[in-house]
């Protein structure tokens, strides 16, 4: 197959896909084109080893230099795609000129979302070039504020204590990582958050955010305030799809793809953060925010633009790295779902399974990784859980402490 793919997007899903395309045996000409100015790299580093400087850019590039070149990937960073002519199949670039295309891969991420707000001092945290700015507030002032407890304001949270610095974060929700992770583990990540002095409130409606005469302060509805030197916003992403909408595809929420990644456009596909999809273990379309997700599709897109058949999606997993301790996730849990748990929370050496009308929907786990991918498979295959190879025990209220005889000896 030859011609010539062109790939919006130099993240995970882009990068990811450029690289399936060449192991494939695509033998045309590849353009991955991303409006960073450096090589493709691990977004998840941002708020944890490279804010706190323990980890070079270097060392969380996806591929090394050579690896573009080696496998003839046009590969141009510092570079937008402006328009998309789907009539002439063709992309405009920031750099000047047109570049046509047989097929065409948006794999345009997600930008961070912000807060209304003319203070300096208040920042955002999702590429490289936020990471200079944040620092550097936290050394100067030695206090930050967090608005947001997901993923990224927990990890910044305990990446700002361990430079040091004094944080307070707040949260709109009921529980930390509400969308990731049951209660009672959300409740633990708190309880280890102030251990290491991070002072946590939840349930804070923020209606104002501006300077003071020394830092930044934060109001709440109800009349509270918290201030501090500096402040991140960190209250999720939304997908990046002004491209896609300027052409005309069919945008709800994110880009709308089918099974096989492509969009409403011809020889047009999508993939990762940007987009929107049916998901049939969930019946409805959701967006994926997760790096791993993104670098799966990424694959999988590439290979249904060779006229593959695309695997199944896969369960969605991910991991956070705080305070020392690593949590990973899988799956999707909802707050009313029964937990089994393998282990203690107590004991931060745990696996808990999230049931639904006997079936395993998510998963999360600290210090059991096999029994996590174990457990992602069951959600996969609709299998019960526990399996016949654990003993099993009634599941009693939102918790059930189980404690099993046998580990997992097939997980891989």
């Known amino acids: 197959m030859s011609g010539r793919i062109v790939i919006v997007g ?11 395309l060449r192991r494939e045996g695509y033998a045309g000409e590849i353009v991955l084109v991303g ?8 977004r998840p580093a941002v708020s944890k080893e490279l804010l706190a400087g323990t980890a070079s850019v270097e060392r969380t ?3 090394p230099a050579k690896f573009w070149a080696d496998n003839v990937i046009d590969l141009r960073p510092a570079t937008r795609v402006d328009a998309i002519d789907i009539d002439r199949a063709s992309v405009r ?16 991420g997600a ?9 300096t001092r208040v920042h ?39 430079l040091g610095a004094d944080v307070t974060l707040l949260h709109a929700g009921p529980a930390l990582l509400d969308r990731v992770v049951p209660r009672s583990v959300a409740d633990l990540l708190r309880d280890i958050h102030h251990e290491h002095g991070v002072v946590v409130e939840t349930e804070v409606s923020t209606t104002d955010l501006g300077d003071t005469t020394d830092g930044v302060t934060a109001t709440a509805a109800d009349g509270r305030s918290w201030s501090a030197g500096a402040a991140l916003v960190a209250i999720g992403a939304a997908p990046d799809t002004a491209l896609a909408e300027a052409a005309g595809l069919a945008v709800n929420e994110g880009i709308v793809i089918d099974q096989h990644y492509r969009t409403s456009a011809p020889g047009v596909f999508a993939a990762g953060d940007a987009t929107t999809a049916f998901n049939s273990h969930r019946g409805e379309f959701e967006s994926g925010r997760q790096w791993n997700s993104a670098m799966s599709a990424g694959a999988a897109a590439a290979r249904a633009m060779l006229g593959r058949t695309a695997a199944p999606a896969e369960i969605p997993w991910g991991w956070t790295d705080q305070h020392g301790l690593s949590l990973q996730f899988a799956g999707w849990v909802h707050p009313h779902d029964d937990l089994v748990v393998e282990g203690t929370l107590e004991s931060r050496d745990f696996l808990a399974v999230a049931v639904r009308d006997g079936l395993p929907v998510g998963a999360v786990a600290m210090a059991r990784p096999r029994e996590l991918r174990a457990a992602r498979a069951a959600i996969g295959a609709g299998a019960p859980w526990p399996p016949s190879s654990f003993r099993s025990s009634e599941i009693r209220g939102n918790l059930s402490t189980i404690n099993y005889s046998e580990k997992i000896t097939n997980s891989g």
């Open 10 to 20: 130099a993240g995970v899903a882009g990068a990811t896909a450029a690289h399936t």
């Open 35 to 42: 409006a960073e100015p450096m090589m493709p790299y691990r």
């Open 61 to 63: 590039l996806l591929k």
């Open 93 to 108: 670039l920031s750099t000047g000129g047109d570049l046509g295309y047989d097929s065409l891969l948006l794999a345009t």
């Open 111 to 119: 930008r961070a979302r912000h807060i209304d707000t003319a203070s």
């Open 124 to 162: 955002t945290l999702r590429t490289l070039s936020d990471i200079t700015a944040l620092r550097a507030a936290i050394d100067a002032d030695g206090s930050l504020l967090i608005i947001g407890g997901g993923l990224i304001g927990c990890e910044v949270a305990a990446t700002a204590r361990g």
